[in-house]
């Protein structure tokens, strides 16, 4: 039998190996990041991106409508990655797809494009609360979906 000593020495000696505890949050309500300074900068940022890529390809630059668009995704994916984005946020992120879906679309990357309409159309579909410009991009990313399906067919 196991000397009671030898007992609470190991149970001593293994109760610090143990995870501290959760500090207790009880009344403090948990921060929205959305709130936060970096993510307002952020926001601008990735709008400021989203125009210059749009203004690129509309130059006929598409290379390099792309290359903002491929910086722009860590940035889009850090303010998308919080529990609820802003509108702002969405409408630029929405904008970027819909650039780079169209991008494919005219290289005939149907499959491709259409992965990225059908984004804009989930994240559109379930946004509350809806507006008028928030159904306005819902039926556009529906339309693109349409006519990459058209192409698809072929």
């Keep these: 039998m196991i000397d009671l000593r030898w007992f609470l020495l190991f ?28 993510y307002g900068e952020a926001a601008t940022q990735l709008a400021s991106l989203s125009r210059e890529a749009e203004h690129l390809f509309r130059e006929g630059k598409s290379d390099e409508a792309a290359a903002v668009i491929t910086k722009a995704q860590p940035l889009m994916n850090r303010v998308l990655g919080v529990p609820r984005p802003t509108l702002s946020v969405m409408e630029a992120a929405s904008d970027l797809d819909d650039l780079y879906g169209r991008m494919l679309l005219a290289n005939r990357n149907y499959g491709w494009a259409r992965f990225l309409f059908q984004k804009n159309l989930a994240s559109w579909k379930r946004w509350k609360p809806e507006t008028e410009e928030t159904k306005r991009r819902w039926k556009l990313a529906k339309s693109e979906i349409a006519e990459c399906d058209r192409h698809l067919s072929e």
């Design 11 to 38: 149970a001593a000696l293994f109760s610090g190996c143990a995870p501290q505890p959760a500090p207790s949050t009880r009344g403090a309500l948990p921060s929205d990041p959305a709130t936060e300074n970096w």
